[in-house]
């Protein structure tokens, strides 16, 4: 468990056991600004009440896979963040982005006025008791998503089956849009093990233009990123319904466990390629428009394990359809939402006519014995690739002192593993329910299953 940690190691690459334990003092060296030269004293004191997250929340936590913390930053701080935002959008700074989901704000004073709302407030203190030390966060991804136009347009709907952050988008130099495409690779496109393994023509150092790499390690046992915590921060009211909330699929946290457990013990690997995960899906390619493979655990509605259908007054997607799969996260100005890295979640409609506004912030356990714990080119808190570059070139490690990819293996099969301030309710819940799950699950072994047809099957 990570509360067994070996603290012998004063120092992982550049961070000590006591700055991950406490946080960055407000000169860190490694903040937007101060990289940039242009601040070299910029983080506020932190500020605001000391958030306490009691036993019951943690209950909720650990069934729904999910918590919101009230009042989590100072409005000063949100506040902040948000006219700068606002400034570089006056400057034509997102123009392009206008009809899109989201915008990354690229300016080391946007980035910084985010970083403040985690570290300038009691935010990163609360996660610190709940995760254990993590490295200073310097980056983080903003989702503002735009409201509807005149024209009817209505931005933000990424659908509901979701998605788990590390997971590789469809770039489309090495994707097929066509049969033609796959033929043309000289890959057979009636063969749905050809399409399980579409991308073995590549290796680890190559990426997508999002920088996410086809496979983390040269080994190729993972080919998905992976982290502890899942942060959002509301940087504008978002308690009007469909405005563009977060989507979150509650509780499948417990599912996609049991499914990466299921694709290490049948010998991975974890992720796209192992079992029941295609790079593309056989049956796109027979209907002539090839796309992206995804579990079949994922396309399941939301069954009585998770609380059934949802049904909330609004909830509606880009077509004014009631969303059935996702449930909607509520979130005043300056409130947090902190999700497991296995929870599913998804960018929703937003029918207002205003933009909403938050940020996303990665957070990883602080390892001990990382080389490169802290180091600046890894963008601590953008990051779903925790081991890759911020360019996503591959890293080599000396296994013996450092795995980070079983690392990471070993927690998307332990998801709680890394937080030593819910291992006492997790215990509990767990013997209160006889079992390590709510319910479990049981996968089918056979090659129709390995090959991302069949669902899971409720063992109790």
Not at 68 to 91: F, G, M, N, W
Request: glycine letters at 10%.
């Amino acid at each position: 468990m990570s509360g067994l940690v070996d603290t012998s190691h004063e120092v992982a690459g550049s961070v000590s056991w006591q700055m991950a334990n406490e946080g960055p003092p407000t000169e860190y060296v490694h903040f937007p600004e101060v990289r940039a030269g242009i601040n070299s004293n910029l983080l506020p004191e932190r500020r605001g009440p000391k958030l306490v997250i009691t036993d019951e929340q943690k209950r909720e936590f650990y069934r729904d896979g999910f918590l919101v913390i009230k009042q989590a930053v100072p409005l000063e701080l949100t506040r902040d963040a948000r006219e700068r935002v606002e400034e570089l959008r006056s400057k034509g700074g997102t123009n392009d982005f206008q009809k899109g989901f989201q915008f990354f704000a690229t300016t080391p004073a946007c980035q910084q006025g985010f970083v403040n709302m985690f570290e300038g407030s009691r935010l990163g203190e609360c996660l610190r008791e709940l995760i254990g030390p993590f490295s200073p966060i310097i980056a983080c991804d903003a989702h503002n998503t735009p409201g509807s136009d005149d024209g009817g347009f209505v931005g933000g709907d990424q659908g509901e089956m979701g998605h788990i952050d590390g997971m590789m988008a469809p770039p489309p130099q090495f994707y097929p849009n066509t049969v033609e495409d796959i033929i043309a690779l000289g890959k057979d496109p009636n063969d749905p093990i050809a399409m399980h393994y579409y991308m073995t023509h590549l290796d680890h150092t190559v990426q997508n233009p999002m920088g996410t790499p086809f496979y983390m390690d040269p080994e190729r046992t993972l080919t998905i990123g992976d982290f502890t915590a899942f942060v959002g921060v509301a940087f504008s009211d978002q308690t009007e319904m469909g405005c563009g909330q977060l989507g979150v699929r509650q509780g499948f946290h417990h599912d996609t466990e049991q499914f990466f457990r299921m694709q290490r013990d049948a010998g991975g690997p974890i992720g796209y390629e192992g079992p029941g995960w295609p790079r593309v899906d056989p049956g796109s390619v027979k209907r002539g428009t090839p796309h992206m493979g995804m579990p079949d655990l994922f396309k399941q509605p939301p069954s009585p394990r998770h609380g059934g259908l949802v049904s909330v007054k609004n909830w509606r997607d880009s077509r004014g359809n009631p969303y059935r799969w996702i449930s909607p996260v509520v979130l005043q100005e300056g409130d947090a939402v902190v999700a497991l890295h296995g929870l599913p979640h998804t960018g929703t409609a937003n029918h207002s006519h205003h933009t909403r506004y938050a940020a996303f912030f990665r957070v990883r356990r602080f390892r001990t014995n990382n080389p490169y714990e802290g180091d600046p080119r890894w963008l601590h808190g953008a990051r779903d690739h925790n081991d890759r570059l911020a360019d996503a070139t591959a890293v080599l490690f000396d296994y013996k002192k450092y795995n980070p990819y079983q690392m990471t293996i070993d927690h998307l099969c332990d998801m709680w593993s890394e937080w030593d301030g819910m291992q006492e309710i997790v215990d509990f819940e767990r013997h209160k329910q006889g079992s390590r799950y709510p319910v479990e699950l049981e996968f089918p072994l056979s090659r129709e299953y390995e090959l991302g047809r069949l669902a899971p099957i409720e063992v109790n």
